[in-house]
């Protein structure tokens, strides 16, 4: 501890030169929060996937239209054992600009098939009797502050009969996600209520879920359902969620490979935009460090006062990146159900932070080593 004033006293030195190394760590352990923290997330995602759920959708386009008959012939598919469907549209609520989805249902089989939707048994009752009641995420509630029993209008480019794009819902209830806190984002509605609203168009949904009963078949219950409709004005398409899950993160492209080459090449730049200003830094303290040495400190005492000096820095710096990518991960939420920094990236973060600092400040830590008394005050 006593030693750490000697750190300080090096980094206020040329409080320009330290401000720009602690920038330069802040983008990018921001970058790397960010980036890592969707990676995380999309693969906590698809690890999350139950393997006895299969979605049905059109194979044009995942969210054309199918109509509501087919659900019959779903459910009598063998190896099914319950069905479920969703016609689902986006929209805003006032002057907030970030949507949200309205997923319009039956909702007792809709819980059923996704247990993971904890709905308080009363709230579920009470629903059934408003015939434009929604069950509301925690997280939209806590968003917008709205209350059980409130009356909201929210606006859609889905347009309703009456030529408007203005919903209205009566919140009867609210749901938890039990498996991902942080998606608890969309409304919960009657299928009725919406069909019967649109001016055309009825009678459809945008996916089917279906719940298998042996996890192990699930290719052959895929083609089975297929098969029903091929050569048909609705063709399907069947894949698990783990498959669903795959074909939306593709559309991204190959995530895992985007971010460990661009957090690569950031800190491969900033590992020598580091090194170049602490050498800077050495180079107008020789004088400084070999009074050090003067009075009685080691070369290796003076090795690891650089070390320290440059770890500081990068571990300050990485700690103001994580934090601002903490606040920044929320916004994708929407695409990945995660709203905070996995823990492990932190951690990683840290570990890299740490080990930037070494890398960094090796070479100037090794020159402040093999430092000479008598050559650095030649001259003086």
């Not at 319009?104 to 579920?124: G, H, M, N, R, Y």
């Not at 069950?135 to 509630?141: D, F």
């Not at 003076?302 to 934090?323: D, Q, R």
Request: hydrophobic fraction near 50%; include cysteine.
């Amino acid at each position: 501890m006593k030693f750490i004033p000697l750190i300080w006293a090096g980094i206020r030195r040329k409080r320009s030169r330290s401000i720009l190394i602690l920038a330069q760590v802040i983008i990018a352990f921001t970058l790397f929060g960010v980036l890592q923290g969707l990676s995380s997330g999309v693969q906590r995602a698809m690890d999350a996937t139950h393997a006895d759920r299969l979605y049905v959708s059109s194979r044009l386009r995942l969210g054309s239209p199918l109509p509501i008959a087919i659900l019959a012939r779903l459910q009598s598919t063998p190896g099914v054992v319950a069905t479920t469907y969703r016609f689902q549209f986006g929209a805003t609520y006032q002057n907030d600009t970030a949507g949200f989805p309205i997923i319009a249902t039956d909702l007792d089989s809709f819980i059923a098939i996704f247990p993971e939707l904890k709905v308080d048994a009363a709230q579920l009752r009470a629903l059934k009797q408003v015939q434009d009641g929604a069950l509301v995420g925690v997280e939209t509630m806590r968003k917008f502050g709205w209350k059980i029993g409130q009356r909201v209008t929210v606006q859609s480019g889905l347009v309703r009969k009456d030529g408007t794009g203005n919903w209205p819902f009566n919140i009867v209830g609210t749901y938890e996600n039990t498996e991902q806190p942080d998606s608890t984002v969309f409304i919960l509605t009657h299928y009725r209520y919406v069909n019967e609203s649109l001016p055309g168009g009825r009678d459809t949904f945008a996916l089917a879920t279906v719940r298998i009963a042996d996890p192990t078949k699930t290719a052959a219950i895929e083609e089975a359902i297929d098969a029903q409709f091929a050569n048909s004005p609705n063709e399907t398409l069947t894949q698990s969620e783990h498959q669903l899950a795959e074909s939306q993160v593709a559309n991204l492209g190959d995530l895992d490979t985007v971010v460990r080459r661009i957090t690569g090449a950031t800190f491969f730049v900033l590992l020598f935009a580091t090194g170049a200003l602490m050498m800077q830094s050495i180079r107008e303290r020789t004088p400084e460090l070999a009074v050090l040495k003067t009075l009685g400190y080691s070369d290796r005492l003076v090795m690891v006062l650089i070390l320290c000096e440059t770890a500081a820095l990068c571990v300050a710096g990485a700690a103001v990146g994580l934090t601002l990518a903490a606040r920044i991960l929320p916004l994708a939420r929407s695409f990945i159900g995660i709203g905070s920094v996995p823990l492990i990236v932190v951690a990683m973060g840290f570990a890299f932070a740490l080990l930037l600092g070494l890398a960094g400040g090796s070479i100037p830590a090794w020159r402040g080593l093999r430092l000479r008394v008598v050559d650095a005050l030649a001259g003086r």
